[in-house]
């Protein structure tokens, strides 16, 4: 049994102390957040995605299945639903804030695990090893120590060689929405709700449980006249007059249970477990989750990545259980060979849908990146049995090179993506100036 100190009870910290307490090592969860409130709310301050939409993928809920069934099974009793593609099984449609709830309760009842409240300031080390954490001055003692801090978690900067990373290129706003008693449902076009790509921003409808949907408008970063629509009776206009949009957030069929919440600074990371010479700086000590990995969450990848991440070390523990150096180095080389290639695939196709957002045709002197090749599986189908196990991420995105010279062919001839029909950005802009608060003078 080793005494394992976890910091960050997001998905991440949440699911490894639970998979961890049930073979056996004593865990202590440490959180500055001290969980929902005794009415079900949770703010969840420093975790800014909290309320905002997530597509809940099949490859978490086939982690679930195979390490935490009782979770998997509580989460649908909690009222996720599970979303099914010609009879195959492509995820949950679920907040947030229903997936953290099921997976802490799991966690906070499993009876190995410890839950902490409290700051960790540093991770401690004795004689060249992680020995704890300092926990808002105080000390706890651990063997191994997990940083699952997230994408804004600065514990143990030092440890590690600095990150790699690129900006995605786009910000949204969202907001959630309920439906009215006996209201039915709006317009869908894809497994998770309605996904549409007009001239200059994108806007999609995520289905939740409970009867909610969360509504996001997407636009690239650098494009701040549309910026304006995070002001709440702007947006209100906006999605009023977007097709599919104005039909989930009419008030007469739904009535919005959020602020309009903004997605700014969304950027790709990667950082690994090694320091800057190539080796573990301070063996027992593991990074894991969005600490090692962020991606696009346009593309709502990150729990997937962390929770196979997570999949990953447990079981490598579990096989080096008295040498957790050889473990650690073992799930660099996971990260490395089945992570990182998502972190790169946004690296170049983050860029080109920025592109194809701005208006601007498909270069076909540089390469096709994973955007243009799934596109060109809508001109031609029979791309669909190459791209399709790679959207589901069932297959890394070096799979799509089996179907480059394909969709070559495809836009040779001329074909483009082309946007829905709808109002475009320079209308919204319109709109915007329209009904944009005057700022009352200080
Ligand atoms: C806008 C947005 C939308 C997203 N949409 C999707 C989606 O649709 N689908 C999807 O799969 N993924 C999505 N993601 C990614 C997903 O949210 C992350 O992958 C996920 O939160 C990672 O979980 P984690 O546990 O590693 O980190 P987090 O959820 O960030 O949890 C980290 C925890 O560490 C705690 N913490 C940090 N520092 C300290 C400290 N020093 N002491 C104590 N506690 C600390 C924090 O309070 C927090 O609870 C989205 C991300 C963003 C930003």
Request: a neutral charge; glycine letters at 10%.
């Amino acid at each position: 049994m080793t005494r394992v100190a976890i910091v960050g009870a997001g998905p991440t910290g949440l699911f490894t102390a639970t998979v961890l307490a049930r073979r056996g090592h004593r865990v202590t969860l440490v959180d500055r957040d001290p969980g929902p409130a005794a009415d079900g709310s949770w703010a969840r301050r420093g975790v800014m995605q909290f309320h905002h939409p997530h597509g809940i993928r099949q490859p978490i809920v086939d982690v679930l299945g195979t390490d935490l069934p009782d979770v998997g099974a509580a989460l649908v009793a909690a009222g996720a639903e599970p979303i099914l593609v010609k009879g195959h099984p492509a995820g949950l449609r679920s907040r947030r804030i229903t997936f953290e709830r099921v997976l802490r309760a799991a966690a906070v009842t499993e009876p190995g695990v410890t839950v902490v409240t409290g700051h960790a300031d540093e991770v401690l080390s004795d004689r060249g090893r992680a020995a704890g954490v300092r926990i808002d001055g105080a000390v706890l003692e651990a063997d191994l120590v997990i940083n699952a801090s997230g994408r804004s978690g600065r514990l143990a900067e030092g440890l590690r060689a600095p990150e790699t990373s690129g900006d995605c290129g786009v910000s949204y706003v969202s907001r959630q929405y309920q439906l009215l008693p006996g209201a039915q449902p709006g317009p869908s076009s894809s497994p998770v709700g309605l996904i549409s790509r007009f001239a200059g921003y994108l806007g999609v409808v995520f289905v939740q449980d409970a009867a909610t949907v969360s509504v996001s408008l997407t636009r690239r970063d650098t494009d701040e006249e549309l910026a304006d629509w995070r002001f709440p009776e702007v947006y209100e206009a906006v999605v009023r007059v977007v097709p599919g949009l104005a039909e989930w957030t009419d008030p007469a069929r739904s009535r919005p249970i959020t602020r309009v919440l903004p997605g700014v600074h969304l950027r790709n990371t990667y950082r690994g477990q090694l320091d800057e010479r190539g080796r573990v700086a301070l063996p027992g000590l593991i990074h894991l989750g969005d600490v090692v990995c962020t991606t696009n969450p346009t593309a709502g990848r990150g729990i997937a990545t962390s929770l196979s991440q997570a999949q990953s070390l447990t079981g490598l523990l579990a096989e080096h259980p008295s040498d957790v150096l050889a473990a650690t180095l073992a799930f660099d080389d996971y990260c490395t060979t089945s992570i990182k290639p998502w972190f790169d695939d946004h690296q170049t196709s983050d860029p080109a849908a920025v592109r194809l957002l701005a208006g601007e045709k498909i270069d076909l002197t540089r390469p096709l990146t994973s955007v243009h090749i799934t596109a060109a599986a809508d001109a031609n189908p029979q791309l669909a049995p190459i791209v399709a196990p790679y959207l589901g991420m069932n297959a890394l995105p070096s799979s799509l090179a089996a179907a480059e010279p394909a969709a070559r062919q495809v836009y040779a001839t001329g074909w483009h993506p082309a946007p829905l029909p709808g109002p475009t950005r320079e209308d919204l802009i319109t709109l915007i100036h329209q009904t944009k608060p005057t700022p009352t003078p200080a």
